[in-house]
């Protein structure tokens, strides 16, 4: 616990370095491609008052350089072939240097698979002198019992999600207020060791610092879901190749995440199969003609398969667009049921909004949102992420919402424990129970 509080506070001291020269990167590692976006914040755009939720840190920077390559020896969003993730990762990161005109040292990561796992824990003290100081509010934090995640996992997000002072609830910020008895709710999320340490070690060989890591989910959340969606409660399905990320927000927080190791590849996989194609030519034929609802039109719509296997009959073959919807379509609604268990297990039902937004590339599938609105019996639109300014036209589509959240995490990140300060001594594996101080830029 104490590394990797020492490891998560250095890469915070790193952005803020970054941030001060001006320029830092953004590597969005996905299963079918990695983008990088460079961006620079300047000081006479940065935001006067802090901000909180999707539109925080808006003006605070622009993007100067974009880049993205098919990605490589990556599986369910997790590296899988070293030196060919380090290749793409390279590859992507020059581009987009070449393109801002700038060298970037520092980069801020994204990682979608890892097995994420979700806890929430609260902590209650005492208010010392009558009104809430910020000592009260980090007594408060180190209250919070750590859960047992279990060996080979480490937390990649702990966040402080509400504050309650003498039974008021929903506090933000409640220091100077007075009352006797503070408490907090506080969201964990804790992710396999090893996908972190192989990512970090791809980056490294890329001679790059890694100066932030977050959930591809709650990224894409953050860039996707609209303020009030945010406020009131809703879920980002953020579908993309190798696996599909589930997060909720309510109070501008997210307070679960998870994930389905399954995505649009795998859609393609069984293209591929059933019609015994290469992968390409199935990517190409779900891209142009992919659906997941057939109507009479469709059975006398014929795809030319096409290909140079050299074979004259099998390269001229044709399917009809009813066939390929009847293959695609028992997958997606795998995806689907598997999101929909996710849910019911995170209560998703309780909030008392219970929008569901899908994004990523995986949820340009058309007819897509009818089919999910079916299957997880709730209100369900497609989402784009926000507009962040000098962001290219041809990455401000669904695909993209991890890469543009991601920009707004790294320009205004949320409070996490490790951003306040922790005596060394006194350190145990299941208790935060120590002195913590809170940044005065971080309140």
């Not at 290749?87 to 060298?103: F, P, S, Y």
């Not at 109070?251 to 998870?258: C, G, L, S, T, V």
């Not at 034929?285 to 469709?298: C, E, L, P, S, W």
């Not at 935060?432 to 971080?442: D, H, I, S, T, Y």
Request: net charge negative; glycine share 12%; aromatic share 6%.
């Amino acid at each position: 616990m104490a590394q990797l509080y020492q490891t998560q506070r250095a890469m915070r001291n790193m952005r803020q370095a970054a941030m001060q020269r001006g320029v830092i990167a953004i590597l969005d590692v996905g299963t079918s491609k990695i983008a990088c976006l460079v961006l620079r914040f300047d000081a006479d755009l940065r935001p006067v008052a802090d901000g909180v939720g999707s539109m925080a840190g808006q003006s605070a920077f622009r993007v100067i350089g974009a880049a993205t390559t098919r990605s490589r020896g990556v599986r369910f969003g997790e590296v899988a072939a070293m030196a060919e993730t380090e290749r793409a990762i390279r590859t992507a990161v020059q581009a987009a240097q070449k393109m801002a005109g700038v060298r970037v040292d520092h980069v801020i990561a994204t990682l979608s698979g890892a097995r994420p796992r979700s806890y929430g824990l609260a902590g209650e003290v005492e208010v010392e002198a009558g009104q809430v100081t910020g000592a009260d509010i980090g007594r408060v934090l180190a209250a919070c019992e750590m859960p047992d995640y279990g060996d080979g996992r480490e937390v990649l997000h702990a966040q402080p999600v509400n504050f309650t002072l003498d039974h008021r609830s929903g506090l933000a910020d409640p220091r100077g207020q007075i009352g006797q008895t503070l408490a907090t709710d506080m969201h964990v999320l804790s992710v396999d060791a090893t996908s972190i340490e192989n990512l970090l070690f791809c980056i490294k060989r890329c001679d790059l610092e890694l100066a932030g890591l977050a959930s591809s989910a709650y990224v894409s959340g953050i860039s996707s879901l609209v303020e009030d969606e945010q406020e009131l409660g809703a879920a980002c399905i953020d579908m993309g190749g190798g696996s599909t990320g589930i997060s909720i927000f309510i109070r501008k927080h997210m307070i679960y995440a998870d994930s389905v190791r399954m995505g649009g590849e795998h859609v393609t996989g069984d293209i591929a199969m059933g019609l015994q194609v290469p992968n390409a030519t199935a990517e190409r034929i779900k891209t142009f003609y992919g659906g997941v609802h057939a109507t009479g039109m469709d059975d006398r719509e014929m795809i030319e398969i096409g290909g140079d296997s050299g074979d004259w009959e099998k390269d001229r073959r044709t399917v009809s667009r009813a066939e390929l919807i009847g293959i695609m379509r028992p997958r997606v609604e795998e995806i689907l049921e598997e999101v929909r268990a996710r849910l019911d297990a995170a209560n998703f039902e309780c909030l008392p909004s219970q929008q569901i937004v899908l994004t990523g590339g995986g949820s340009q599938i058309p007819g897509l949102d009818g089919l999910a609105s079916r299957i997880l019996g709730q209100q369900v639109r497609l989402g784009r992420p926000l507009r962040v300014q000098g962001l290219p036209q041809a990455a401000t589509g669904p695909a993209f919402a991890g890469a543009v959240g991601l920009t707004l995490f790294a320009a205004h990140p949320q409070d996490e424990w490790w951003d306040f300060e922790i005596p060394a001594e006194g350190y145990s594996n299941r208790s935060l129970r120590r002195a913590f101080r809170w940044f005065k830029e971080n309140w």
